[in-house]
């Protein structure tokens, strides 16, 4: 077996993301969008047509199932992906592009000339001659995230199922509506899944493993202000919008930003802004490798905070933290097969594996702290959440090819 077993992945990723999922973060519902069903639903379809027993639920997670063939007893496998896109970049009439055999020139996208993929923007293609790139046509994102993975799940289950000489213990797939928007796994059944540890199939770079994610709050700070006519406003008005963007300006330019923070580093993150002039609302997201200092940062913005409000001294506020997820780490640690049997299928694939970190999160992150173990492997996503999104065909088929690596792995290790 090797990458070029799995010879539809191509065909299947660029069915997969012509269908809009895009998430609403705006929205009650569950899924956020209905049409995040339509690609569910085609899932669902295509595993029972394979003879591999599927459902999809009213949440819109598809669960499926391959039993062992093996008298060895072997841990029950999850493999995961979300069927959803980003909010970011619209995810309406996908056009995927095929650029067969790359040979380092830049890739300009033909509904939008000014739309450049290049390999200085994007180091990693300098690995790429002679492979098969997939993009989007410059109107859209692409949707490798996650659709690579969700194409490079179905590629595996459906050659293990058709290649019953490949001994393995049972196997479980989960694809998930709403990851993107933090809701994705929050309301799998768990135990209807009925699997011991699980791997997600949601990262980048050929060879990738990440065991270990940011730790994340919210925070929302709301503001009372006090409110006058302008006209007779003199030592009385105390302006909420100004007080939201005082607390916001007060930020050092330095550290604690997105804009300046990399690697291990955390930071704090306006996301949201509503002001009037009597109150006014803001909401933070607080990241960090390390779960103990998301309260200094916590504590570092309400002292912000409190500091502009020495200023308007008949204003008030709320500080209110909400944790969001937990880093993974914590919980994979006690676990180090999880991670040993990914590093081995990778190598036994011919590639290099390499060990990374998330600075974000995963179903995984969740999943690992619901008593799931879920690390994160490659699917071969770049360019994610853009109109520059771009995916190799062969890294599909090479994370297709992992997938049953780790199957055959674990059913040895007993």
Request: hydrophobic share 35%; charged share 25%; glycine share 6%.
């Amino acid at each position: 077996m090797n990458h070029t077993d799995f010879k539809t992945a191509a065909e299947r990723f660029m069915r997969y993301v012509q269908i809009d999922t895009q998430a609403d973060p705006t929205s009650v519902t569950i899924p956020s969008s209905a049409k995040q069903k339509d690609l569910s639903t085609l899932l669902l379809n295509e595993l029972l047509a394979a003879g591999i027993e599927a459902e999809l639920d009213n949440y819109g997670y598809v669960y499926a199932s391959l039993p062992s063939n093996t008298a060895n007893k072997i841990p029950s496998i999850c493999f995961c992906a979300h069927v959803d896109t980003a909010p970011d970049c619209s995810g309406t009439n996908v056009k995927p592009i095929l650029h067969k055999n790359y040979q380092q020139q830049d890739i300009r996208l033909p509904d939008d000339p000014s739309i450049c993929i290049t390999n200085i923007e994007f180091p990693e293609l300098k690995e790429k001659s002679g492979e098969n790139i997939i993009t989007a046509s410059g109107q859209t994102l692409l949707g490798a995230d996650d659709k690579a993975g969700v194409a490079a799940i179905m590629e595996a289950i459906i050659y293990l199922k058709n290649n019953p000489e490949i001994k393995h213990g049972p196997i479980r797939i989960l694809f998930t509506p709403d990851e993107e928007i933090g809701r994705g796994v929050n309301y799998v059944n768990l135990e209807k899944l009925n699997a011991d540890f699980a791997y997600t199939l949601d990262g980048g770079e050929l060879g990738s493993i990440e065991d270990e994610t940011f730790s994340a709050d919210t925070v929302t700070i709301d503001i009372q202000g006090v409110s006058t006519h302008p006209g007779y406003a003199k030592g009385k008005m105390e302006n909420a919008i100004k007080i939201a963007s005082e607390i916001i300006a007060s930020f050092p330019k330095e550290h604690l930003i997105p804009e300046a923070t990399s690697g291990r580093e955390g930071f704090i993150h306006p996301i949201k802004l509503h002001a009037e002039l009597e109150s006014a609302s803001v909401q933070f997201i607080i990241r960090d490798f390390d779960t103990g200092k998301l309260k200094d940062h916590e504590l570092t913005l309400e002292q912000i905070t409190k500091r502009v409000l020495k200023n308007y001294p008949n204003s008030s506020y709320q500080f209110k933290v909400t944790e969001q997820y937990r880093n993974m780490k914590e919980i994979l640690i006690n676990h180090p097969k999880i991670v040993n049997y990914a590093e081995q299928a990778i190598k036994d694939a011919g590639i290099k594996p390499i060990k990374s970190l998330i600075r974000g999160g995963t179903d995984g992150s969740r999943l690992s702290f619901m008593g799931l173990p879920c690390p994160n492997l490659f699917a071969g996503e770049h360019g994610i959440h853009s109109k520059k999104e771009w995916v190799s065909e062969q890294d599909m088929q090479k994370a297709a090819e992992v997938i049953v690596r780790i199957c055959q792995i674990c059913e040895k290790d007993v």
